[in-house]
């Protein structure tokens, strides 16, 4: 199997991948930076290799450390960080490559053309902070991203029109 290292750091996304539900992007921050740099107002980006565009395959993380998670998760579909075990490989999605912001944001288009989750949610809050080597592999993987999709979708349908979706997660018990 053919795999291409795109690169190495802390692995994050865009806020507004999350509040659009699109989930379809990431990228990497250099991993001595810690969160002083957006202190400081920025915001470091590691650029990638640049290879595989255009192509369709999957984007592994492999871990080479871990951390807790800053992040508090998804709230609205009750996903939540998870700390993975240094060097597990972590599917992140599967789709073609793509590549936006000067060749520093890698994410994967799906081939069914739907909207959101084009990522798997999952899988990216396991990674999330995490130190690793994103990883592109190209060829045919399933794409469990698609059946999260189709069930957000199922609950959204049963939705009556002008009605908001509120999940409110439950107490812990005392």
Do not use: C
């Not at 189709?150 to 999940?167: K, N």
Request: hydrophobic share 35%; charged share 25%; net charge negative.
């Amino acid at each position: 199997m053919t795999t291409t290292t795109l690169g190495t750091g802390r692995l994050t996304w865009d806020a507004e991948e999350r509040r659009s539900d699109r989930y379809g992007a990431v990228w990497l921050m250099p991993d001595h930076d810690g969160n002083d740099s957006f202190a400081q107002g920025r915001v470091p980006h590691v650029r990638l290799l640049a290879y595989g565009l255009g192509q369709r395959g999957r984007l592994v993380a492999e871990v080479l450390a871990t951390r807790p998670s800053t992040h508090p998760g998804d709230l609205f579909h009750g996903w939540h960080p998870t700390t993975p075990e240094v060097g597990e490989r972590i599917q992140l999605g599967v789709g073609t490559l793509f590549f936006e912001e000067l060749w520093e944001v890698a994410g994967l288009r799906p081939d069914d053309g739907r909207e959101t989750f084009w990522l798997d949610p999952p899988a990216l809050y396991r990674a999330h902070e995490q130190t690793v080597r994103l990883v592109f592999e190209p060829g045919a993987w399933p794409d469990r991203a698609a059946a999260r999709r189709l069930a957000a979708d199922d609950r959204r349908a049963a939705m009556p029109a002008g009605v908001t979706l509120i999940r409110i997660p439950p107490k812990e018990p005392r």
